[in-house]
């Protein structure tokens, strides 16, 4: 079993009118939110430059498929958004199943007392922190990074 890799990620929910973006620490000890980023033509530059700040080593982008683990439209628009941020960026993403990233984040803020509407603008974030925290525990449990890589330019050529 390896070791779990040192370094900061950054995890992120592509949804299809807000992105949510979390970070953990360099041990992978916690995630935590960062940003809700209105989906625009200019959301890659706003993710790009929070990857500027942060320096991750790899980036974490939910892949939601269905119930049954099948892809569905949005799972196509995940996967196009993960590969033009790896391209942009030249940093490892990696697709991890989301499948009740949102639900498990909409349970959590109604628990600490907030409505479905005022959690509206920080829900997607929070689904990025579960999303990232599962991944660092699988490879932390596992010492295999979580879901599968997406593939670089020159390796689906």
Known sequence: ????????RLGIDVGKARIGVARCDPDGMLAF?????????????????????FEPIEFIV???VNMQG??????????TFAADLQARTGIPVRLVDERLSTVTAHAALRSSGRTQKNSRSIVDQV??????????????????????A???DEESV
């Open 1 to 8: 079993m390896s070791a779990f890799r040192r370094g900061v």
């Open 150 to 152: 997406v593939p670089s």
């Open 33 to 53: 939110p960062v940003e809700t980023v209105p989906r625009t033509e200019a959301s890659l530059d706003r993710i790009v430059e929070i990857a500027a700040e």
């Open 127 to 148: 689904a990025a922190v579960v999303l990232l925290q599962q991944a660092i525990d699988t490879e932390k449990s596992t010492g295999n990074p979580a879901g599968a």
């Open 62 to 64: 939910g892949l939601p």
């Open 70 to 79: 099948v892809d569905t439209l949005s799972t196509a628009d995940a996967r």
